[in-house]
């Protein structure tokens, strides 16, 4: 449930709801909206409810929450999020556009990559440094060492970065390098990595598993609001239809859903989800038309050279045309597209 606050509570009125939900086990999770106050409260929903909470000073009223997922939901905060990292915002008044390689490959590769999406307007660099290759076989990226070029390229190119991070034992070595830490589809239901990157005080980018519903998604951006952390941002990557003309099924209606059910915001990656360079353009435009806040896409210097990916990437050149389209369809839309 959520307790939500009048315009008249003080911090003492808080503090005492949250020593008061402390006695009966229960988790107080504040959130100070423009609007309102609100306690999201975490614990055994019928010790909680014995509490005559509506009668405390400060309290206009105890709502509960009959979704699985309470903290990233709307009922939990109407407003919707912005997640800021360095000079760059995420949420409804911009539209972040997040562009790089599949992998960190070389110095060369990627420091060219950098410096052309700044020069195109992309604010936040890509690059994967560890790699989750359906075979084992296929480049697993360059780890570490793929770390530090990203972070040069990052101070090189004036860039924000973000890459992936597969494993629980990673986090410490990536939250060092990186601006933003993604977690991919193959593990949106790692939960013990989902809890871990929870802790962490750095934004988080969850991408949609390829088989989850929606509210699989939001369950498992609860696990990381859950231990604390709600810097998250989720990321619509294409599911798995019979269709086989495109490699996943870029499922669009997800943004408006997720907008309506969730403040936290949304971004599109048309590459993964198409695996086809032609498409990427118009479902960018496509997702901003849908209300997306931003878009993820895969640019590569040479693309036919790609060690992941290459079918997809967008060279340099259709990079800026692109983000030529989005800078003039930004304003019929009300973005900002820095
Ligand atoms: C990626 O963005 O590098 C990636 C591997 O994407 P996904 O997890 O969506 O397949
Ligand atoms: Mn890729």
């Known amino acids: 449930m959520v307790i939500v606050l009048n315009d008249q509570a003080t911090e003492a ?5 949250i020593e008061k939900l402390h006695t009966v086990g229960a988790e107080a999770h504040v959130s100070r909206g ?20 509506e009668a405390y000073p400060g309290v206009e009223k105890v709502v509960p929450i009959m979704k699985p997922y309470k903290l990233v939901s709307r009922d939990f905060k109407q407003e919707l999020s912005v997640i ?9 008044r911009t539209f972040t556009v997040i562009a790089g390689p599949c992998s960190v490959e070389s110095e060369e590769q990627i420091l060219s990559a950098a410096k052309a999406v700044r020069a195109s307007g992309a604010r936040v660099f890509r ?37 992936e991070v597969l494993d629980v034992r990673d986090i410490e070595t990536v939250v060092e390098y990186v601006d933003i830490l993604q977690v991919g589809t193959r593990n949106m239901q790692n939960f013990l990595l989902l809890k871990e990157l929870g802790k962490i005080d750095k934004p988080v980018l969850l991408k949609r598993g390829m088989s989850s519903t929606i509210e699989e998604w939001l369950m ?32 669009l209606s997800a943004i408006p859903i997720v907008h309506s059910l969730s403040h936290l915001p949304v971004i ?71």
């Open 13 to 17: 009125d808080i503090q005492l709801i």
């Open 84 to 92: 800021k990292v360095g000079d760059v915002e995420i949420g409804p």
């Open 34 to 53: 423009q609007f309102k106050t609100v306690i999201g409260v975490i614990g055994d929903r019928e010790k909680v409810m014995e509490i005559p909470f």
């Open 127 to 163: 690059g994967g440094a560890y790699k989750p290759r359906t075979s084992p076989y296929s480049f697993q990226g360059l780890g570490e060492e793929g770390l530090a070029l990203l972070r040069k390229a990052r101070d090189e190119a004036g860039l924000l970065v973000i890459s």
């Open 268 to 338: 599109v990656d048309p590459s993964h989800a198409t695996g086809r360079r032609d498409l990427v353009s118009p479902l960018c435009r496509g997702a901003m038309a849908v209300g997306a806040d931003g878009v993820m896409v895969e640019v590569h210097p040479n693309p036919s050279q790609a060690l992941c990916d290459g079918p997809q990437s967008l060279t340099l050149e259709e990079f800026d045309e692109m983000m030529r389209s989005l800078k003039v369809l930004a304003s019929s839309f009300e973005r900002i597209l820095p």
């Open 220 to 251: 498992a951006a609860e696990y990381i609001a859950k231990e604390g952390n709600n810097q998250i941002i989720l990321c619509e990557r294409g599911i798995r239809t019979f269709e086989s003309a495109t490699r996943n099924t870029l499922d």
